[in-house]
């Protein structure tokens, strides 16, 4: 998928582990090359996907979702395991890009919404954004719905 900001999206492999090892160091993430790749293989195996930003050199950007059906719902939810930009290429557009394309993923898996949970230490900054992508509070979490809801009818 390309953007008209000269990014390219797209599903991470495993030969990206040492470019998303880099990113992920960027953010305070220690984690090695080989423990990624083998997460990255784990995760296109079952019920997610993980996208990668690029524009050259390593990536700019990573978002991990995870979807799975839930009892208090018809279609599955999915969930934001992991929404990280590079420092240096932040307030570009590139985290708006990666949820449009991370709905996107989760609508063609049959989720009906998409969760968004802020961990300590950046719960303001990332509250905060998912307010502003059209994301609403809903206790610890925030959500947004994938599909539009047809008027006069019930959630």
């Not at 953007?3 to 960027?26: K, P």
């Not at 990668?52 to 700019?60: D, I, Q």
């Amino acid at each position: 998928m390309s953007s008209r900001y000269g990014l390219q999206i797209r599903s991470a492999t495993v030969s990206d582990a040492t470019g998303l090892a880099e990113l992920m160091g960027s953010a305070g993430f220690s984690v090695t090359e080989a423990v990624l790749a083998e997460r990255l293989a784990a995760i296109r195996k079952g019920a997610g996907t993980t996208l990668l930003a690029f524009e050259w050199g390593p990536p700019s950007g990573v978002i991990g979702v995870t979807w799975f059906p839930t009892l208090d719902a018809d279609q599955a939810t999915a969930r934001i395991t992991m929404l990280l930009v590079n420092p240096s290429d932040r307030r570009r557009g590139i985290g708006r890009l990666l949820l449009k394309a991370a709905a996107q993923a989760a609508r063609s898996a049959g989720c009906g919404s998409l969760d968004l949970h802020a961990g300590a230490g950046d719960e303001v900054t990332l509250r905060a954004f998912g307010r502003a992508s059209g994301f609403e509070d809903a206790g610890p979490c925030l959500v947004r719905a994938l599909r539009k809801r047809a008027p006069g009818r019930d959630p």
